[in-house]
């Protein structure tokens, strides 16, 4: 096996769990993508063992290199703290511990959005801005990325604020479009509510959107009037890939 090869990003769904290893020169994927159907009960130990399936699998490409990892959850140090939209086993799991042990490979796990987030800040809509940036990606609920001067604060879980007495993802996610069968106007609706207040409380300098739905972003955005600018995000759904291997790399690279 090669030594010191490219560092390998997984992202772990609702519906399916996808690695790639990366170039962080490029800020893209080193090779096809490889995507395995997230197992059902989705629980740690299930999921650990998908991800070793994805590390062998591109075990020639990254050899030994260090592994970053997306959960759809708050995690602190390693440690998964919430379970919104994952199977409810995984909080307080050591998920960095599980997946070295399921891997024996160096491992950093992160939340989803804020992979994204670390993404677009290396080498998408958020590279160079200065102030206070917010990445928002709309899928089966809302994750959220803060980013203030080139710096993550991590798991900030906006898609979970109380807005008219609900909560924001379940009235705003891009999934409730699908499952209720609202229009581009009735769901730009929803999501001007949405980010009016994300202005109101944070005054942000820029606004990203993620999330597979970006790609329709001509659909809805320019229906959305705000302060501040609105963009799609650049890196779409390879975001959390691409932003999980950079943060491995770089902590790796610390603790060498």
């Avoid at 705003?172 to 069968?181: F, L, P």
């Avoid at 009016?196 to 329709?216: A, M, Q, R, Y």
Wanted: hydrophobic letters at 40%; proline letters at 5%; aromatic letters at 4%.
């Amino acid at each position: 096996m090669a030594k010191h090869g490219k560092p390998l990003g997984i992202d772990i769904g609702g519906s399916g769990i996808k690695g790639a290893p990366v170039d962080l020169k490029a800020g893209d994927l080193a090779g096809k993508r490889l995507k395995i159907l997230t197992p059902k009960p989705a629980t740690p130990d299930a999921v650990a063992e998908v991800v070793d399936q994805i590390v062998d699998h591109f075990a020639d490409v990254t050899g030994d290199s260090p592994i970053g990892v997306t959960v759809p959850a708050v995690v602190i140090r390693g440690t998964v703290l919430s379970a919104a939209n994952i199977d409810p086993s995984w909080i307080n799991t050591d998920a960095e511990a599980l997946i070295k042990e399921h891997t024996g490979r160096a491992v950093t796990v992160l939340n989803d959005a804020d992979a994204a987030g670390l993404a677009e800040m290396y080498y998408g809509a958020a590279k160079g801005v200065q102030g206070l940036v917010i990445l928002t990606t709309l899928g089966t609920g809302i994750g959220t990325a803060l980013i203030h001067d080139g710096r993550l604060v991590p798991n900030s879980e906006l898609g979970h604020l109380e807005i008219d007495g609900y909560d924001a993802e379940d009235r705003a996610a891009s999934s409730v479009k699908d499952s209720e069968g609202l229009s581009w106007d009735e769901y730009a609706e929803r999501l001007q509510t949405y980010y009016d207040t994300i202005e109101k409380l944070f005054s942000p300098d820029l606004i990203i959107v993620g999330g597979g739905i970006s790609k329709d972003s001509d659909d809805f955005l320019p229906k959305l009037k705000l302060r501040c600018p609105i963009v799609p995000a650049q890196l779409r759904n390879q975001a959390g890939i691409i932003g999980a291997a950079h943060l491995a790399a770089d902590i790796a690279a610390d603790r060498s």
